[in-house]
């Protein structure tokens, strides 16, 4: 017997827990966070002194080294080793800018240094195409290790097939000295090469550092076990442990936590609730860890099994401000210095959310570590009352800012339940962190949940799960995407075997003896061509069958029992058991009655002071005792506030709060009513809307079978008020922005008796639709009497709607016809009822139709269900806060985005400013801006007439680009609604390329003219230079399928910034398909996509590069590419260099900007995107 200690590594502080061999009493000690903090808090639990020995003993720790270090970008100096062609890959990501409206571009910063490209890669089944030359290789891996490079990562095409070259090159690199190699292959055993090459890039910039810490940890701890906690909720020997398990270890802990806690009090359903300083984790358990295997952290892409952790921006230190027209909450922080205004910093200026609680009674001081000045806040607060003029007292503000904190994070805790098909009301909320006991019962009350628990080490939760926590290892297998069924899922069995006799023989290494481990086999399973991914325990086919359709229903709201099932991935998951902690029990109470309080508060609860609330010390309550709110119990770490209507009953560790069964409803607290709106509901609104048409979009996506749509994001999301004008959009395509509401409202008026379970179809461009393959779901929302209330709306490119080419973007068609199929506003739904027959002889109807129409019937149901999530989210937000009251903030969201965009036209100078360009014919677009009285004139005369091309804009386009640009004008956030465009007159001329007659082409005109109209609006108003100004719409494909994708290109620079490279801009923000996904799905070979360097124009400051593209046909094909700026250059501003015009070439011949070819197989076609435009003059 030995002591045990777990702990968490925070960035902060460290969190130690000691537990006793021989009683097993906890002792708990909280120190500075610094790389000997565990070492210190051990020894200051021992009672040892600085230099004395630590004794043998069992060490459990969760850190957040490796996190910090990718953040601050601060891990091991590394090179990449990749296949010829791709040097650039990680760097271009998925091509897709991180912020939709910044004109300044900023990508993350790469983790490697140098890049080595090798001549290594397999096809998609595993064949090796070209091999390195060893010889060479050595020389230049030993070039860069002289360079005091000493990790590197070494990422082969279609490894995970094939890992013959990786190994043969992480071989050399060994020899000649690298301290630490990462093989794609090893780390991430899946398809998808970005992914993949994210993930051993991590490993090898974070797990030499890591060893480096663990390595001085051990070495003061002779004869001691040192485990680590791993992202994915089990412990690994300190020898085993690598970076990209790295990133959620300290969180883990916590997970585990909660779980542990729940669970051993009988709650096997629970969502844990961890409120800090600067952030709010929230999770869920439902009987067992529920993880991600992918996650994006740091702009860096990581494949390793981690607990689904949702974070919102809102801890104690969460910034709280008023704008003029909203009041907000977060996503800034106040940070630990100079922390909040109450912490008495002579640096301190902004207000926190910590000041807000302390202002409401809700935090007090008694056991702070320091004074706390509440005077300092409370003044913050009466500027903020005066401001807002209303007649608000400082306690109203302070309430409104703890509101607007609690809707933000309630809707976190939907994420992770409802949003998944889980009931929170079904669940237990555990609440742990520093401040999560402030919003505890407030947030129940608006979840409807009912029951609350709070350990006594909530505080210090995290560390607790460390003791709690199993020892585990992760493996994982291709499962080669094949059908599910018995004979298929037999066939999986010997690698299932092979795989689970490595796992056991690293949990026995670490002293696990075998028969002690547990195995756990895992599918992920998906219909055939989608991307919802659902892991289910292996048992036979028909079992798991109807597992995941249950599950696909829960969660989408619909299945498809007629589709394809199909086996993804295969995992592994070896368990060690660990034996929960015996810990010693505390006597009860002689009496259930509440103790006498140690003192009485104040709390500001609901509107008013309640004057004389208990305040109770959480160590005098005894096991069984009970108190009913309100009362506040302080502990260590924290206050818990126990508001009216709930009971807290004290049962061993636990606190257990339940609220009362006659308490008040969920129908959220009445704003004030006035004329105008409250800061307060104008922020929780907005917030709500757009979280309505995320969650709409996150359905679409996962549903979708086109590619177009479930990977390169292709697709919108829209809420809309009765009438159809747009209130709040998901941040998706800007091209899409401001044209769907005129397709809502044309639907209106084709169908004025619309009913209950209607939904239509438009992609008719006269009809506020962008190009025919860009389809419009639109979804009228009823109430329980049948008024319309709401529509939702998803616009979603599919991969083919017909026409004369495959992909449906013909490069020069001359009539809509030859385009693809049209859909004039026409109803697809009846009471509920899919019209599928009738769907499916329009699609296959006329001369050109859809080339598979099951394809467009299988996103169109995608569509349905996102609007169907939409209006399940919209008609719960009326019953919440009454209808009226919803569509009274529906307007005022309007207003506000009106008067936002005012403000910023009364910045443009005034006069004429007048700018002009051409696409690469020679057609001219014109603009001119005039500013006058806060409303801005943009004026298209002097543009070309509408064209014999397919380059003409529809009007909803044209409107779409002005919406874009005025909202890249404003620095701040704003919502992006119908009424940005109240302040504007868009003057268009009849007959012209940007408002053309009906019946015309119009392929290019959404993809290329859009873009360039938001040139000549940039460059008119002196905001930035020329991007590339194209979208390079590539399709390929023959009468089997048709494919599409859009191609990035270089940004143009501004005033006080450069262009980003290889990057989308301005109309789109399409991700671009994986080389491997791509290459195993289609019959073509990515040979290059790297960055075209030097091709951004040069200025004070340089535009961005665009990129090279370059494809091999593997089967005979048809490509069309339809692009601009191949003759025009991209144009510089303020005496900047113009980027340069790009080029599309087959056998060496260039094509022009718009062409189709025939490629026999092995032709390639090579695309070179435009530069953007340099600003200000070159320096020297």
């Known amino acids: 017997m030995r002591w045990e200690f777990w702990i968490d590594r925070g960035g902060t502080f460290t969190d130690c827990i000691g537990r006793e061999p021989q009683t097993g009493r906890l002792h708990v000690a909280k120190v500075l966070?610094?790389?000997?903090?565990?070492?210190?808090?051990?020894?200051?639990?021992?009672?040892?002194?600085?230099?004395?020995?630590?004794?043998?003993?069992?060490?459990?720790?969760?850190?957040?080294?490796?996190?910090?270090?990718?953040?601050?970008?601060?891990?091991?100096?590394?090179?990449?080793?990749?296949?010829?062609?791709?040097?650039?890959?990680?760097?271009?990501?998925?091509?897709?800018?991180?912020?939709?409206?910044?004109?300044?571009?900023?990508?993350?910063?790469?983790?490697?240094?140098e890049v080595l490209e090798v001549d290594a890669r397999c096809d998609a089944s595993g064949r090796v195409l070209a091999r390195p030359a060893l010889v060479q290789v050595r020389r230049e891996l030993a070039e860069l290790r002289s360079r005091g490079l000493a990790s590197v990562a070494i990422v082969c095409l279609h490894a995970y097939a094939n890992p013959e070259l990786e190994l043969e090159l992480g071989a050399v690199a060994t020899e000649v000295g690298f301290t630490h190699v990462a093989l794609s292959h090893e780390v991430v055993q899946e398809l998808g090469l970005l992914g993949r090459g994210d993930t051993a890039t991590i490993d090898a910039y974070l797990t030499p550092l890591l060893r480096d810490y663990l390595d001085t940890l051990k070495a003061e701890l002779p004869g001691s076990t040192l485990r680590i906690m791993q992202s994915s909720g089990g412990l690994t020997d300190a020898a085993r442990f690598r970076g990209p398990h790295a990133i959620l270890s300290g969180p883990a802990g916590g997970v585990v936590g909660f779980a542990r806690v729940a669970e051993g009090a009988g709650f096997p359903r629970a969502i844990g609730f961890d409120m800090g300083g600067t952030s709010t984790d929230v999770s869920r358990y439902d009987g067992q860890?529920?993880?991600?295997?992918?996650?994006?952290?740091?702009?860096?892409?990581?494949?390793?099994?981690?607990?689904?952790?949702?974070?919102?921006?809102?801890?104690?230190?969460?910034?709280?401000?008023?704008?003029?027209?909203?009041?907000?909450?977060?996503?800034?922080?106040?940070?630990?210095?100079?922390?909040?205004?109450?912490?008495?910093?002579?640096?301190?200026?902004?207000?926190?959310?910590?000041?807000?609680?302390?202002?409401l009674g809700r935090l007090q001081a008694d056991r702070f570590p320091f004074p706390l000045d509440r005077d300092r806040p409370l003044r913050a607060l009466e500027e903020i009352a005066q401001r807002l003029g209303d007649g608000r007292s400082a306690e109203e503000v302070a309430q409104g800012?703890?509101?607007?904190?609690?809707?933000?994070?309630?809707?976190?805790i939907r994420q992770v339940s409802v949003a998944q098909g889980y009931d929170v009301r079904d669940y237990a909320l555990v609440v742990f962190g520093g401040a999560g006991g402030q919003h505890a019962c407030a947030l129940a009350r608006t979840l409807g949940v009912t029951t609350l628990l709070v350990h006594s080490l909530g505080g210090v939760l995290s560390a607790y799960g460390m003791g709690l926590a199993d020892v585990s290892w992760h493996g994982e297998f291709d499962a080669g995407r094949v059908p599910l069924t018995d004979p298929a899922l037999a066939s999986l069995e010997e690698r299932f075997t092979a795989l689970e006799k490595v796992?056991?023989?690293?949990?026995?290494?670490?002293?696990?003896?075998?028969?002690?481990?547990?195995?756990?086999?895992?599918?992920?399973?998906?219909?055939?061509?989608?991307?919802?991914?659902?892991?289910?325990?292996?048992?036979?086919?028909?079992?798991?069958?109807a597992q995941f359709e249950a599950t696909y229903e829960a969660r989408f709201g619909y299945s498809r029992p007629e589709a394809v099932v199909e086996v993804v991935q295969a995992r592994v998951e070896v368990l060690g058991r660990a034996r929960p902690p015996v810990l010693p029990s505390r006597p009860p109470a002689e009496t259930h009655e509440a103790p006498e309080p140690n003192r009485t508060a104040r709390l500001w609860h609901d509107g008013r002071w309640l004057p004389a609330v208990p305040v109770y010390h959480r160590e005098a309550l005894a096991p069984g005792q009970?108190?009913?709110?309100?009362?506040?119990?302080?502990?260590?770490?924290?206050?818990?506030?126990?508001?009216?209507?709930?009971?807290?009953?004290?049962?061993?560790?636990?606190?257990?709060?339940?609220?009362?069964?006659?308490?008040?409803s969920l129908r959220a607290r009445v704003a004030r009513r006035s004329e105008g709106p409250d800061p307060v509901r104008l922020e929780v609104m907005g917030n709500l809307f757009m979280s309505v048409a995320e969650q709409m979009g996150r359905v679409l996506q996962r549903t979708s079978l086109s590619t177009n749509i479930r990977e390169r994001l292709d697709f919108s999301c829209a809420v809309f008020d009765p009438e159809g004008h747009l209130v709040a959009n998901a941040p998706h395509i800007p091209v899409h922005l401001g044209a769907m509401g005129d397709t809502v409202r044309a639907v209106v008026n084709a169908h004025p008796q619309m009913a209950p379970g209607d939904v239509f179809v438009s992609n008719d461009p006269a009809l506020g639709g962008s190009?025919?393959?860009?389809?419009?779901?639109?979804?009228?929302?009823?109430?329980?009497?049948?008024?319309?209330?709401?529509?939702?709306?998803?616009?979603?490119?599919?991969?083919?709607?017909?026409?004369?080419?495959?992909?449906?973007?013909?490069?020069?068609?001359?009539?809509?016809?030859?385009e693809g199929i049209v859909f004039r506003a026409e109803r697809i739904v009846s009471a509920g009822r899919f019209e599928r027959d009738w769907v499916l002889a329009k699609l296959s109807s006329g001369p050109y139709p859809a080339r598979n129409p099951h394809d467009n019937l299988a996103d169109l149901e995608a569509q349905i269900a996102a609007n169907r999530a939409g209006e399940a989210l919209l008609l719960e937000l009326g019953e919440r806060y009454g209808l009226e009251e919803v569509h009274r903030y529906m307007a005022f969201l309007q207003e506000q985005a009106a008067a936002q965009v005012a403000d910023e036209i009364a910045r443009i100078p005034p006069g004429d400013h007048v700018f002009a360009d051409a696409l690469d014919d020679g057609t001219r677009i014109q603009v001119t801006l005039r500013a006058t009285d806060r409303r801005l004139l943009i004026d298209f005369a002097g543009t070309a007439p509408e064209q014999p091309n397919n380059l003409n804009a529809p009007r909803a386009v044209t409107t779409a680009a002005v919406l874009y640009f005025l909202r890249s004008l404003l620095s701040s956030s704003i919502p992006l609604n119908h009424g940005c465009l109240a302040p504007v007159t868009i003057?268009?001329?009849?007959?012209?390329?940007?408002?053309?007659?009906?019946?015309?082409?119009?392929?290019?005109?959404?993809?290329?003219?859009?873009?360039?109209?938001?040139?000549?609006?940039?460059?008119?108003?002196?905001?930035?230079?020329?991007?590339?100004?194209?979208?390079?719409?590539?399709?390929?494909?023959?009468?089997?399928?048709?494919?599409?994708?859009?191609?990035?290109?270089?940004?143009?620079?501004?005033?006080?910034?450069?262009?980003?490279?290889?990057?989308?801009?301005?109309?789109?923000?399409?991700?671009?398909?994986?080389?491997?996904?791509?290459?195993?799905?289609?019959?073509?070979?990515?040979?290059?996509?790297?960055?075209?360097?030097?091709?951004?124009?040069?200025?004070?400051?340089?535009?961005?590069?665009?990129?090279?593209?370059?494809?091999?046909?593997?089967?005979?094909?048809?490509?069309?590419?339809?692009?601009?700026?191949?003759?025009?250059?991209?144009?510089?501003?303020?005496?900047?260099?113009?980027?340069?015009?790009?080029?599309?070439?087959?056998?060496?011949?260039?094509?022009?900007?718009?062409?189709?070819?025939?490629?026999?197989?092995?032709?390639?076609i090579r695309i070179e995107t435009p530069g953007g435009g340099g600003f200000g003059p070159p320096p020297g």
């Open 771 to 818: 190009h025919l393959p860009d389809v419009t779901v639109v979804t009228p929302v009823f109430d329980r009497r049948g008024r319309r209330v709401f529509f939702t709306a998803s616009r979603g490119h599919h991969a083919d709607i017909g026409g004369v080419t495959p992909g449906s973007m013909p490069p020069f068609s001359r009539t809509l016809e030859e």
């Open 33 to 113: 966070s610094s790389d000997r903090a565990p070492l210190i808090a051990i020894r200051e639990i021992l009672e040892l002194t600085d230099d004395a020995p630590i004794p043998p003993c069992d060490v459990r720790m969760g850190t957040t080294v490796a996190t910090n270090a990718l953040l601050e970008r601060k891990g091991a100096p590394l090179a990449l080793v990749i296949t010829r062609g791709f040097r650039d890959l990680l760097e271009i990501g998925t091509q897709a800018r991180p912020d939709l409206f910044a004109l300044d571009i900023r990508k993350p910063e790469l983790l490697y240094r």
């Open 503 to 545: 796992g056991r023989d690293a949990l026995e290494a670490e002293g696990i003896p075998r028969t002690s481990s547990l195995c756990i086999r895992r599918l992920e399973l998906r219909y055939r061509g989608t991307e919802a991914l659902v892991p289910l325990e292996l048992t036979d086919a028909a079992s798991l069958r």
């Open 626 to 664: 009970s108190l009913q709110g309100p009362a506040l119990v302080l502990d260590a770490t924290g206050t818990f506030v126990l508001e009216p209507d709930f009971r807290l009953q004290v049962d061993g560790e636990l606190l257990v709060v339940r609220r009362e069964a006659h308490a008040s």
């Open 987 to 1164: 003057h268009l001329p009849e007959g012209t390329l940007l408002s053309p007659s009906p019946g015309r082409a119009v392929a290019g005109g959404n993809v290329e003219t859009s873009q360039r109209i938001v040139d000549v609006l940039l460059g008119a108003s002196g905001r930035a230079a020329a991007s590339q100004g194209t979208m390079n719409n590539l399709t390929f494909g023959n009468a089997r399928f048709g494919y599409y994708e859009t191609i990035a290109g270089g940004a143009g620079a501004g005033p006080g910034f450069a262009g980003a490279s290889g990057v989308h801009t301005h109309m789109t923000n399409t991700r671009i398909t994986d080389p491997e996904v791509l290459e195993s799905r289609y019959p073509i070979r990515l040979v290059e996509f790297s960055l075209r360097r030097g091709s951004g124009g040069g200025g004070t400051f340089g535009g961005g590069d665009g990129v090279c593209r370059e494809l091999e046909a593997l089967e005979p094909l048809e490509v069309s590419i339809l692009s601009q700026r191949r003759h025009t250059a991209p144009f510089g501003l303020a005496g900047g260099a113009p980027g340069a015009p790009g080029r599309n070439l087959v056998g060496g011949r260039d094509l022009g900007p718009c062409a189709t070819a025939s490629l026999a197989v092995g032709e390639r």
């Open 401 to 412: 800012f703890f509101e607007i904190a609690n809707i933000g994070m309630a809707e976190a």
């Open 289 to 359: 860890l529920d993880r991600v295997y992918e996650k994006e952290v740091a702009g860096v892409r990581v494949r390793a099994p981690m607990m689904n952790i949702h974070t919102v921006a809102a801890g104690g230190g969460s910034v709280c401000c008023f704008d003029g027209y909203r009041m907000t909450v977060g996503p800034d922080s106040t940070g630990a210095r100079p922390g909040p205004l109450c912490y008495g910093h002579p640096d301190g200026r902004e207000l926190a959310l910590t000041d807000i609680n302390l202002v």
